[in-house]
Nanobody, 116 residues
Framework: QVQLVESGGGLAQAGGSLRLSCAASGSITSFHAMAWYRQAPGKQRELVAR???????DYADSVKGRFTISRDNAKNTVNLQMNTLKPEDTAVYYC??????????WGQGTQVTVSS
């Protein structure tokens, strides 16, 4: 069973930065991809950023140029550096892991609140 634990959420002012981390219970290189999703109140969960094992990345248009997904294989962590935060970035952020057999795992989520 894969366990994902997020950390680093909190309160930031508009224009500020936060860094989220996701610690996996196993080697992240064993996953097909890892990603960050978010869900704002009353909205559907949406993809924020995805990092495939080969290194390719995908970002939601709303965060391109502001957010960066990265990984530390030695620490089995995936990080999301969020810069130039906007109030519309306020959401619960979830770490996601996709295995090669296309099983998916989720973390418990971490709240990010951006004040204007």
């Amino acid at each position: 069973q894969v366990q994902l634990v997020e950390s680093g959420g909190g309160l930031a002012q508009a224009g500020g930065s936060l860094r989220l981390s996701c610690a996996a219970s196993g080697s992240i290189t064993s996953f097909h991809a890892m990603a960050w999703y978010r869900q704002a109140p009353g909205k559907q969960r949406e993809l924020v950023a995805r990092l495939a094992t080969g290194g390719s990345t995908d970002y939601a248009d709303s965060v391109k140029g502001r957010f960066t997904i990265s990984r530390d294989n030695a620490k089995n962590t995936v990080n999301l550096q969020m810069n130039t935060l906007k109030p519309e970035d306020t959401a619960v952020y979830y770490c996601n892991a996709l295995t090669w057999s296309f099983s998916t795992y989720w973390g418990q989520g971490t709240q990010v609140t951006v004040s204007s």
